[in-house]
């Protein structure tokens, strides 16, 4: 048996495959974006599984923090479809059914009205999160060490990070 280990300066996804008597580890960079790169063709076999979606509201600032934790790392891309509209896809994962739902928020009165999870319609091998905005916020997305965890913020740019008013998935 043998044990590597692999020091990165940077965060990134990986993905690592038994080829023969070889393990075949391929490490990717998370693009400035907030995708991380796909290697080969860009289609993402289904190999991990969404464990749990909470959503939080961040205190009196109104910002609103989603967290998605994975069985394992997953690429994703985070983007602002409209004034109204965030959406983070998750690629290569499949979604339990009694995590596909709608939270309402709309009475905590944040930024964040309603949030869906579902499988994406254009990619079936990918799960989707769409958030309704009360109006256009800018969202970061984080992936913890283990990339096992993403954490999905909308709020105002001016906005520091407070406790959360927890609704859990």
Same mark, same amino acid.
């Given at each position: 048996?043998?044990?590597?280990?692999?020091?990165?300066?940077?965060?990134?996804?990986?993905?690592?495959?038994?080829e023969g008597s070889a393990v075949v580890l391929t490490?990717?960079?998370?693009?400035?974006? !907030?995708?991380?790169?796909? *290697?080969? =063709?860009?289609?993402?076999?289904?190999?991990?599984?969404?464990?749990?979606?909470?959503?939080?509201?961040? &205190?009196?600032? &109104?910002?609103?923090?989603i967290s998605v934790v994975l069985d394992a790392p997953? *690429?994703?891309?985070?983007?602002?479809?409209?004034?109204?509209?965030?959406?983070?896809?998750?690629?290569?994962?499949?979604?339990?059914?009694?995590?596909?739902?709608?939270? =309402?928020?709309?009475?905590?009165?944040?930024?964040?009205?309603?949030?869906?999870? &579902?499988?994406?319609?254009?990619?079936?091998?990918?799960?989707?999160?769409?958030?309704?905005?009360? &109006?256009?916020? *800018?969202?970061?997305?984080?992936?913890?060490?283990? !990339?096992?965890?993403?954490?999905?913020?909308?709020?105002?740019? =001016?906005?520091?990070?407070?406790? *959360? =008013?927890?609704?859990?998935?």
């Amino acid at each position: 048996a043998a044990r590597v280990l692999v020091s990165l300066r940077a965060d990134c996804t990986y993905r690592a495959r038994a080829e023969g008597s070889a393990v075949v580890l391929t490490v990717s960079p998370i693009a400035a974006a !907030g995708r991380a790169a796909q *290697p080969g =063709d860009g289609r993402a076999e289904s190999r991990g599984v969404v464990r749990q979606v909470q959503f939080a509201r961040e &205190g009196a600032s &109104g910002a609103a923090r989603i967290s998605v934790v994975l069985d394992a790392p997953a *690429p994703y891309v985070a983007r602002v479809a409209s004034d109204r509209l965030a959406i983070l896809r998750i690629e290569g994962v499949r979604l339990a059914e009694a995590l596909r739902r709608t939270f =309402d928020a709309s009475e905590l009165g944040g930024v964040v009205q309603s949030v869906s999870v &579902g499988v994406d319609s254009d990619r079936s091998d990918s799960v989707r999160l769409e958030a309704r905005l009360s &109006g256009r916020e *800018p969202a970061t997305v984080e992936a913890d060490a283990d !990339g096992r965890r993403l954490v999905w913020r909308l709020a105002p740019a =001016d906005v520091a990070v407070e406790q *959360p =008013d927890q609704v859990d998935g």
